[in-house]
């Protein structure tokens, strides 16, 4: 393998091909692609060879060894310690209501701190009043819209278990919310259509609808949420739609079997193919991380 000049190395490696260097080592970095591994020799000479894989997904644990920040996990957890701010995804009484979630018997299927900061980023983006989410479970992302939202602000929270419901509510009142989110307990979709309850009435002159709606409930009910969200959304407002890749399977041919998981979301794709521009305008981004390979889908109301 030819030498690699040490100029041309990533930072890391300039530091171990600096004189002195005595002890081998090899390090694997990620490139766009492929996985290079460079080789460092006794003699000062650095070799590389670019590895068959082609970095498509993040290297498992194992693949990476110590280099945990080729792992989307590690990445993400270097992206927290950068990030974090103080009275968002820094915030300790957030930390708390995961523990006690957990201590609660809560699944483990929070937003990650990544998502719930953007989450946050994108209400104060578009200068969201009021907030709709479908699935609160303990609340980390509803406390990350509250966060954002200003004092006179108001976040509704649909959650179909009493239990987590409950774990919900105490953690809203840990980290102080203002405004206080409002946590309707029962099934989304009843709730939504109820014809006598508060998501009853259309947007209308005195109700223009929710600026921002964050659907993470039941997978196979996304199609139904995507048609209360419509209704309930102000013209100019946004759902959001998380787990909208699941691993790839929302993916697969015309006329495959699709994954229950799946079903709703490519109906809602579907729809929107077939609305061609006319009432929304969406994107779906993939993304790796803590929690592997999903991502979310985001609708423009027209
Ligand atoms: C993925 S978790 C929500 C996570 C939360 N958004 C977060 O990031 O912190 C989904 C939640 O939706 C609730 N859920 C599932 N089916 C539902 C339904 N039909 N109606 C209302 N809530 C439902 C579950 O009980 C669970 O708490």
Do not use: C
Request: glycine content about 8%.
């Amino acid at each position: 393998m030819p030498p690699v000049s040490a100029g041309r190395l990533p930072r890391v490696l300039r530091a171990a091909a600096a004189p002195a260097r005595r002890s081998l080592s090899t390090t694997l970095s990620a490139r766009a692609d492929g996985v290079t591994q460079y080789t460092l020799h006794a003699d000062g000479k650095v070799e590389h060879a670019v590895k068959g894989t082609r970095l498509d997904v993040p290297l498992t644990r194992e693949q990476a060894g110590e280099q945990t920040h080729l792992t989307a996990a590690g990445v993400d957890a270097y992206l927290t310690r950068k990030l974090a701010a103080p009275d968002f995804a820094a915030d300790p009484a957030l930390a708390r209501g995961l523990a006690r979630a957990d201590e609660a018997g809560l699944p483990r299927i929070a937003v990650t701190a990544q998502l719930g900061q953007f989450l946050a980023v994108l209400t104060k983006a578009v200068r969201a009043e009021r907030v709709l989410e479908i699935g609160t479970l303990g609340g980390y992302s509803t406390a990350f819209f509250a966060k954002a939202l200003p004092r006179t602000g108001q976040i509704d929270t649909i959650e179909y278990s009493p239990a987590h419901a409950r774990v919900a509510q105490a953690n809203f009142l840990d980290l102080d919310l203002f405004p206080f989110p409002t946590v309707h307990v029962g099934p989304a979709l009843d709730l939504l259509r109820d014809p006598a309850g508060v998501f009853a009435r259309p947007p209308g002159e005195l109700d223009p609808g929710y600026d921002l709606v964050f659907v993470d409930a039941n997978k196979d009910e996304y199609f139904e949420y995507f048609v209360e969200a419509l209704r309930l959304t102000k013209s100019g407002g946004v759902i959001v739609f998380d787990n909208a890749i699941r691993g790839g399977r929302i993916a697969v041919p015309d006329g495959a079997e699709v994954a229950s998981d799946a079903t709703g979301l490519r109906k809602i794709f579907d729809w929107i193919e077939e609305d061609a521009g006319k009432t929304v305008l969406s994107a779906a981004i993939q993304t790796v991380g803590d929690k592997s390979w999903d991502g979310f889908a985001i609708v423009y109301k027209n």
